[in-house]
């Protein structure tokens, strides 16, 4: 059974960094695109960024473009997102995913979604 494990939330002050973790067992990182979605309390749960399993082309949202990074380590089955220059708005819960492809995240297409972390908190406050 596809898992994936969502780590490194917490709380940070505006300005800050964050990176956080997903670590994928039961399959290999090219046999899926991995994407990243969030969820703010009240709202609908938002695509962010993706990775491609076959070229590791990459796909940002603009509500974090220039400020995230997305990168993967195949050795440690490990996709990374880096979060810089957080804002109050970018306080959510962060959810890694298998998806099809980068335009499951770009739509926001979470019912075409493989397989969800458990999801990570993550709170930009002063």
């Known amino acids: 059974q596809v898992q994936l494990v969502e780590s490194g939330g917490g709380l940070v002050q505006p300005g800050g960094s964050l990176t956080l973790s997903c670590v994928v067992s039961?399959?290999?990182?090219?046999?899926?695109?991995i994407g990243w979605f969030r969820q703010a309390p009240g709202k609908e749960r938002e695509g962010i960024s993706s990775?491609?399993?076959?070229?590791?082309?990459?796909y940002y949202s603009d509500s974090v473009k220039g400020r995230f990074i997305i990168s993967k380590n195949n050795l440690k089955n490990t996709v990374y997102l880096q979060m810089n220059n957080l804002k109050p708005e970018d306080t959510a819960v962060y959810y890694c995913a298998t998806v099809r492809d980068w335009t499951v995240v770009a739509g926001s297409a979470a019912s075409l979604v493989g397989s969800w972390g458990q999801g990570t908190q993550v709170t930009v406050s002063s």
């Open positions: 990775i491609s399993n076959l070229d590791d082309d990459t």
């Open positions: 039961q399959f290999a990182l090219n046999d899926y695109t």
